[in-house]
């Protein structure tokens, strides 16, 4: 009965939906970590693919579900100053990580690691929250057309 004492018990529900807000804070935080998988894999000298399942109809017309590799394009990219630049993407809009700033500069790819932790810390806290709502309604937006 010692151990029932520890804790703390309290009276909560689990809310039916989660917020806007934290899906698109998560659908950001984890495209962030897949590019962080990307760096590190570059870094050793490897390939990272991950995977998804797709469901294809054969010549019968029964479906089936197959795993395919999913196509992760970078972010990052080499400038002529030999600095590595990077945006931060959601959907195929930049967001803005400053005022008036939609990139990034660090200079080496260790440094771009821990551009991209400090940044996806950053979603997770909810500091791109504003960002993240203007683009998703300009992507939004272009649905109603």
Request: glycine letters at 6%.
């Amino acid at each position: 009965m010692s151990a029932l004492n520890a804790l703390k018990f309290v009276t909560a529900t689990r809310p039916a939906q989660i917020a806007p807000i934290q899906l698109r804070r998560n659908k950001l935080s984890n495209a962030i970590w897949q590019q962080i998988q990307l760096a590190k894999a570059l870094a050793e000298g490897k390939t990272y693919s991950p995977t998804r399942y797709k469901t294809v109809r054969d010549m019968d017309g029964n479906s089936k579900n197959i795993e395919v590799t999913k196509r992760i394009k970078r972010w990052w990219w080499v400038s002529e100053a030999g600095k590595v630049v990077f945006n931060v993407r959601y959907g195929n809009k930049t967001i803005e990580l400053a005022k008036g700033k939609a990139a990034c500069e660090v200079a080496t790819g260790e440094e771009l690691l821990t551009a991209l932790e400090a940044i996806k810390h950053a979603v997770e806290q909810g500091a791109y929250d504003t960002q993240i709502n203007v683009v998703s309604g300009a992507l939004r937006s272009n649905f109603g057309k």
